[in-house]
């Protein structure tokens, strides 16, 4: 038997070189065969030749790492000191993860970042232009809202017997045309109906006129209103009633050559 150091560093030789591992198990096999027999004592050669063994391997390994050999043997001989070495490895296998893992982390926190970044600007781009669409479709609707008014009154005022209807027609000259007045007999309300003036030139208006006692007074400028009754100015008396093409906003004295449409009340 070896003393308990000696055999702790065979064996720890043995998991290092596999010369020592097979020397190690021959031996083992030779002291089995030979344990049933006590009195046989075991060949004095197999241990020389197991130091041999251990003596040059020792040799070549100075030869090819130096102390290296050395480092090794102190390191199994001192297990505490390779536990620290071990420790010390796996702190910065540790640090070395982490800082990895940060990396990696902050990577994807940017690109999630930077995804989310854009996925808003479309959200809100999305999101802006849906009102501008709402924004169309209220106006719109508004709008039809106003025009279904328009027609609605236009229904009730050229079905309403109060009114007095008159046609006022193109004059000499200008193009073929017709524009419809209602004037309440009561009210003395007029209303005017564009059925087919010409369009309005740029910067124009049509402008309404009642001539009372041979005078035009402004009955008030035309809007586009189509085929929709527009009210006017009330008139309690007039001889008869025309239009003019006036610059946009009117005059205050009607331009006779821009008379488009004429009509005496009978």
Known sequence: MLPNDEAYKIEQLA????EVDVELNRIRETLFSISEDVTVQPDP??????INTIRQLKQEEDKNTGSSFVS??????????????????????????FAAASI??????????????????????????VHNNLDSIKRYNSQQQQ?????????????DPS????????????PAAIVQIYWHKNSHEVYVSNVSLPTVPSGKQYQLWA?????????????????????????????AFAITLENKGGSPTPTMEQMYVFSKVS
């Open 15 to 18: 998991l290092l070189f596999d």
């Open 45 to 50: 050669s197999v241990r020389a030749n197991f």
């Open 72 to 97: 090794q043997s102190n390191n199994l001989i001192q297990p505490s000191e390779t536990a620290r070495v071990v420790a010390m490895s796996q702190k910065k296998a540790s640090r070395s993860f």
């Open 104 to 129: 990696i982390l902050m990577i994807v926190s940017i690109g999630t970042a930077i995804y989310l970044f854009n996925r808003t600007n479309k959200t809100e781009a999305q999101l802006a232009n």
């Open 147 to 159: 025009q279904l008014q328009n027609y609605t009154h236009t229904l009730l005022v050229i079905q």
């Open 163 to 174: 009114y007095k209807k008159m046609e006022l027609l193109a004059v000499p000259g200008k």
């Open 211 to 239: 001539i009372v006692k041979g005078v035009p007074v402004s009955g008030g400028m035309l809007n586009d209103t189509g085929k929709a009754v527009q009210k006017m100015k009330t008139f309690t008396d007039a001889d």
